[in-house]
């Protein structure tokens, strides 16, 4: 029996070799290795691909992040200690992100369908210093944008995106609210600023470490650059106290050789999916939904429910048997993580006491039955048929 790991990046990079290595070897030949004219090119390419006026390579998703909100902070349009609105299942990086920058994430629990951020739950986890909402468009799902659009308007709160998820998922502008939304479009494309990841892993992935921010604002571009350049813009002159996380060349040199292929690489995954959520028919599991326009999802993972954690975990085994890989995403939340734990003071709580009693019961449940299978491009449909099959044999 053939295995089907969950991932193989292997596999995954193989048929572009050619262009990779071509790659390689221009960036080492140009003698010219951080924040070049392949980082320029790849800024211009992925600004255009999300429809967006800028975009500043980084280091990495989390300090895309990071750097997003601290450019807000720079130019005085956050405080220290305001509060960021978070989903409470996202991957921890989304509140790291926000402690980092001195701002205080209030966790926002989400829908059961979608996996993502609540609409109808961000009014109660409001406060006085409550002063934006950093979406998660989860799994590859773009999350309701236009009632969170809505909702950031209404109350005059920043909106940024954590897209590490979501490369190439868009809302279509008919199936959008025009008004909610001053540009209704790719994920990344609706706030103030968004940040993507290219950890490899992802649905556009380099050969290391890489990120991007991206926003239509001139200001928070420049600052973001300044921030991951030691604050500088001129050398040896500091403006800010930065950072060091830069775009180096060869990762940039690699995304823009894969970048054409996001979409076709996304319609595979959105194909597999179909399939998963046609063909399973098992009453143990329940499948994710499809959105009613496709395309506003891109499945950078597809998480099943079981009824409980027993279930979930004797599924995973089960797998593991038939040599088919499975994660979960992810298994414990943020606010169980010691990161996280109140401190005596209370000061750096994530859980203000007055609104949020501390409890996230969705993202509990959620750690405690998700269970994510393959669903990456370079799936054999013999492979789904294969999945389908052992999904369809469990029995608990
Ligand atoms: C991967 C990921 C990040 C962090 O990206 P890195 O490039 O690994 O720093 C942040 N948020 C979410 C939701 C992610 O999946």
Known sequence: MQKIPF???????????????????????????????????FEKA????????YAVGVGNGLDGLTLMLRAEIELGRLNAGDEILVPSNTYIATL?????????????????????????????SCGPRTRGILVVHLYGRLADMPAICKFAKERGLLLFEDCAQAHGARLSAAAGDPQACNRPRFA?????AAAYSFY???????????GMVI???AEIARVVRMLGNYGSEKKYVNKYRGVNSRLDEMQAAFLLAKLPHLDAWNARRREIAARYVGEVKNPLLRLPEIPADPREHVWHVFTLRTPDRKTRDALQKYLESRGIG?????PIPPHRQEAYAPSPDGRESLLPADRLAGKFPIAE??????????VSQVLTDAQVTEIIGALNEFVF
């Open 7 to 41: 991932l193989d990046l292997k596999q995954l990079n193989a048929p572009y070799m050619d262009a990779l290595k071509a790659a390689a070897a221009q960036v080492v030949e140009s003698g010219w290795y951080i924040r070049g004219s392949f980082c320029e090119k």
């Open 46 to 53: 992925f600004a255009d691909y999300c429809g967006v006026k």
């Open 96 to 124: 790291l992100a926000v402690s980092a920058a001195g701002l205080v994430p209030v966790l926002v629990e989400p829908c059961e369908k979608s996996f993502n951020m609540d609409p109808a739950r961000l009014d109660a």
């Open 188 to 192: 990344g494309s609706f706030g103030a």
């Open 200 to 210: 490899p892993t992802k649905n556009l992935g380099a050969l290391g470490d890489a």
């Open 215 to 217: 926003t239509d604002d």
């Open 326 to 330: 499975t994660l979960i995403f992810y």
């Open 365 to 374: 449940s959620m750690a405690e039955t998700v269970l994510s299978i393959p």
